[in-house]
């Protein structure tokens, strides 16, 4: 629910029409100032034109759409939205450790360069981020504050071992807070990764 309101409340001020560019450069400035570390949080929209969301991509709002080989499917999917600003987020109340290390690690993957998707497979396992180079899906990515919790560790490991087969992906990797190392699921190897260690590869 906060999720929904602070969004309503932002585009209701700032961006009613999606034309109005008044005040993207006061928003930019705020971003600066407030936020020298920029991170992201994201939610699922659960509605909306898609011409609206696609015109709000003003370094503010970034839409990531679902992973698919069809142009089609990808233009006709349900975008995922991150903000870019974490400043905006904490004054509306939003602190949850989970939901902000994962816009971070969007951003960091934006401020690479990469060309970005989540994944949601046919039986609706859903991964973060599908890092595309060409035509080639070239890293599948989760992430998790934790994995101490059994059954969040089962759940992510099966959503990256589901998009791998169905994307013939073999580069598995699960951000976490803390934790390293590797595991061999079937015929799969993943790699835990911490935060800190991630943001550091160039």
């Known amino acids: 629910m906060e999720f929904d309101f602070f969004l309503r409340e932002m585009l209701d001020k700032r961006y009613r029409d999606c034309v109005d560019k008044r005040y993207v ?41 679902r992973f698919s080989y069809s142009y089609r499917e990808i233009e006709q999917s349900l975008p995922k939205i991150y903000i870019v600003d974490n400043g905006l987020l904490t004054i509306s109340g939003i602190s949850e450790k989970g939901k902000l290390m994962e816009n ?30 060409g035509k080639k899906v070239k890293e599948l990515v989760q992430v998790s504050y934790s994995l101490d919790d059994m059954n969040t560790k089962e759940r992510e490991i099966k959503a990256l071992v589901k998009a791998s087969e169905e994307l013939r992906c073999k580069n598995l990797l699960i951000v976490t807070y803390d934790r390293e190392g590797k595991e061999i699921i079937g015929k799969k190897m993943i790699k835990y990764v911490p935060l800190w260690k991630w943001l550091l590869k160039k």
């Open 25 to 65: 450069g006061e928003d930019l400035q705020y971003v600066r100032q407030k936020s020298p570390r920029s991170v992201a949080v994201s939610f699922w929209t659960n509605g909306g034109r898609k011409s609206d969301i696609d015109q709000l991509d003003v370094f503010f709002i970034f839409p990531i759409r």
């Open 104 to 133: 971070l690690v969007f951003v960091e993957l934006l401020r690479r360069e990469n060309e970005i998707y989540y994944y949601k497979s046919i039986d609706g396992k859903e991964v973060d981020f599908v890092v595309v180079e």
